[in-house]
C-alpha cells in the first residue's frame, strides 16, 4: 500500500482537483472493488458492465513478456478517437508513436509500483486548443497479487481528428498519484 505522505503543492485529494463526473465514478468504482476483496483488484474481480456509462471511455491493457501491453478491451470512444477500426488485440508499441511509447510505459510501470490510482490530464490550451485530454487509470493484480493490467478511461474533449492532434503543439501533460482507498495525493509521475 502506497504511503500518503505530506505534500502540499498539490492538491490533498483527487475530489480536490478539477476532474470530471466520470473520473469520479471510475476511482469510486475500483475503490469499491479494491475495499470489497480487500485487496488490490484483479481483473476477474472487474467486470466492466458494472459502469455501464464508461464503458465507451473504457480500457484494459495486459502486461505482456517483453514487458509491452496488449490492449484486452477499448470502447467504442477509444477507437474513433484512434480511427481504426479497433485497438483491442494490439500491442501499445503498435498504437502509440515511438516516441511516446516509453513515457507513457514509465507512467504505467510507476501506477503499478505505487498501486495507486493515476490520474493525467492534459490541457491542450496551452499548445493554442480548446480542448481537454484527461485519463484516469489503475492497477489489476494477477494470480501472485501482483499488477499485470491497467484499466482505466480515456475521455477526449471535442472532436479532434488524430491527424491534427498529433500535429499539433504538444500540451503539457501533468500526471499525479492517488491513494486507492483515500483518494489522498502520492505523488506526480514524469
Same mark, same amino acid.
Given at each position: 500500500?502506497?504511503?500518503? @505522505? %505530506?505534500?502540499?503543492?498539490? /492538491?490533498? +485529494?483527487?475530489?480536490?482537483? !478539477?476532474?470530471? @463526473?466520470?473520473?469520479?465514478?471510475?476511482?469510486?468504482?475500483?475503490?469499491? #472493488?479494491?475495499?470489497?476483496?480487500?485487496?488490490?483488484?484483479? +481483473?476477474?474481480?472487474?467486470?466492466?458492465?458494472?459502469?455501464?456509462?464508461?464503458? /465507451?471511455?473504457?480500457?484494459?491493457? !495486459?502486461?505482456?513478456?517483453?514487458?509491452?501491453?496488449? $490492449?484486452?478491451?477499448? *470502447?467504442?470512444?477509444?477507437?474513433?478517437?484512434?480511427?481504426?477500426?479497433?485497438?483491442?488485440?494490439?500491442?501499445? %508499441?503498435?498504437?502509440?508513436?515511438?516516441? +511516446?511509447?516509453?513515457?507513457?510505459?514509465?507512467?504505467?510501470?510507476? $501506477?503499478? %509500483?505505487?498501486? $495507486?490510482?493515476?490520474? *493525467?490530464?492534459?490541457?491542450?490550451?496551452?499548445?493554442?486548443?480548446? +480542448?481537454?485530454? !484527461?485519463? $484516469?487509470?489503475?492497477?489489476?493484480?494477477?494470480?501472485? *497479487?501482483?499488477? !499485470?493490467?491497467?484499466? *482505466?478511461?480515456?475521455?477526449?474533449?471535442?472532436?479532434?481528428?488524430?491527424?491534427?492532434? #498529433?500535429?499539433?503543439?504538444?500540451?503539457?501533460?501533468?500526471?499525479? #498519484?492517488?491513494? /486507492?482507498?483515500?483518494?489522498?495525493?502520492?505523488?506526480?509521475?514524469?
Amino acid at each position: 500500500m502506497p504511503d500518503i @505522505g %505530506s505534500n502540499t503543492t498539490r /492538491p490533498h +485529494r483527487l475530489t480536490d482537483v !478539477e476532474v470530471s @463526473g466520470e473520473t469520479i465514478q471510475f476511482a469510486t468504482w475500483y475503490r469499491d #472493488l479494491w475495499r470489497r476483496y480487500d485487496r488490490m483488484p484483479t +481483473r476477474n474481480d472487474t467486470d466492466p458492465l458494472d459502469v455501464p456509462d464508461l464503458l /465507451p471511455w473504457l480500457w484494459i491493457y !495486459e502486461r505482456t513478456l517483453d514487458g509491452d501491453f496488449l $490492449c484486452r478491451f477499448a *470502447g467504442h470512444h477509444i477507437d474513433v478517437r484512434w480511427q481504426k477500426p479497433s485497438i483491442q488485440f494490439r500491442k501499445l %508499441s503498435d498504437i502509440l508513436p515511438k516516441e +511516446r511509447h516509453a513515457p507513457v510505459v514509465n507512467r504505467i510501470e510507476t $501506477c503499478f %509500483s505505487q498501486k $495507486c490510482i493515476a490520474h *493525467g490530464w492534459t490541457d491542450a490550451a496551452d499548445a493554442g486548443s480548446n +480542448r481537454r485530454v !484527461e485519463r $484516469c487509470f489503475a492497477p489489476l493484480s494477477g494470480e501472485a *497479487g501482483h499488477p !499485470e493490467a491497467i484499466i *482505466g478511461i480515456a475521455l477526449y474533449g471535442g472532436a479532434i481528428e488524430r491527424s491534427k492532434d #498529433l500535429d499539433a503543439p504538444r500540451s503539457v501533460l501533468r500526471v499525479a #498519484l492517488y491513494h /486507492p482507498l483515500s483518494f489522498c495525493y502520492v505523488d506526480d509521475v514524469a
